[in-house]
């Protein structure tokens, strides 16, 4: 072989999936070249036969030889005149593009609060007035006051959150003249701070038991 005779990839034909190699891309020419739909049927089930072998960990896969008649379609950049057992798939089909995802578009005046509480605002408007509305309502309230000392590491009056939760549900809850008083900051932000304390002793008790285990 002469130094002419060399193949260089820049001048090869492209790969559609490489995964495959070239001489897979050859014999799917080849098969396309096939002058009666015949040949070039036993030649596409010889390949579609090579192609499950480069890959046995994928037999047991749903829909495997679906797959490969679909690899192959795409590979014989959609020319290729065979008989298959799937429906062929369509270059437009391939690359349509897809729709765009609807992401949620609402900003929250108070996002230190979540979109949740919004979401759970919105629930409590719906109910009917009586002890559950109640309950639910000053469970949101104190949530939202929980929400604005995490956010804020301070102190929070009532009246502040009342005040909130009046504009995010349009007026319709209205805790200023109640006459229950929410959870104290002390007592919400207990639970979290009991939650690190349990969380770091563990994590201490766990790293002592495996110092011991490893002087044995």
């Not at 020319?79 to 900003?107: F, G, T």
């Not at 759970?120 to 509305?133: P, Q, R, S, Y």
Request: hydrophobic share 30%; with cysteine; glycine share 2%.
């Amino acid at each position: 072989m002469t130094i002419d005779d060399l193949e260089y990839n820049t001048e090869r034909e492209h790969l559609i999936i490489p995964e495959y190699g070239r001489h897979m891309q050859k014999m799917i020419q080849y098969a396309k070249e096939q002058p009666t739909k015949e040949e070039r049927n036993k030649v596409a089930k010889a390949i579609i036969s090579v192609m499950g072998n480069m890959q046995p960990h994928l037999r047991d896969v749903p829909d495997f030889q679906h797959k490969l008649w679909d690899q192959l379609f795409i590979m014989a950049d959609f020319d290729l005149d065979v008989d298959s057992p799937y429906p062929i798939p369509s270059r437009e089909e391939l690359y349509a593009r897809p729709e765009s995802l609807k992401y949620p578009q609402n900003h929250p005046k108070y996002r230190f609060y979540g979109n949740n509480i919004k979401t759970m605002i919105d629930v409590a408007n719906t109910w009917e007035d009586g002890d559950l509305k109640e309950a639910l309502i000053y469970t949101i309230a104190n949530h939202m006051k929980k929400c604005f000392l995490n956010w804020n590491k301070d102190t929070v009056e009532d009246d502040v959150i009342f005040k909130h939760l009046s504009e995010l549900s349009g007026g319709r809850i209205n805790l200023k003249e109640a006459d229950e008083d929410l959870s104290d900051a002390t007592s919400l932000m207990r639970s979290k701070k009991k939650y690190s304390s349990n969380t770091k002793k563990s994590h201490h008790k766990k790293s002592n038991s495996n110092r011991q285990r490893k002087r044995y």
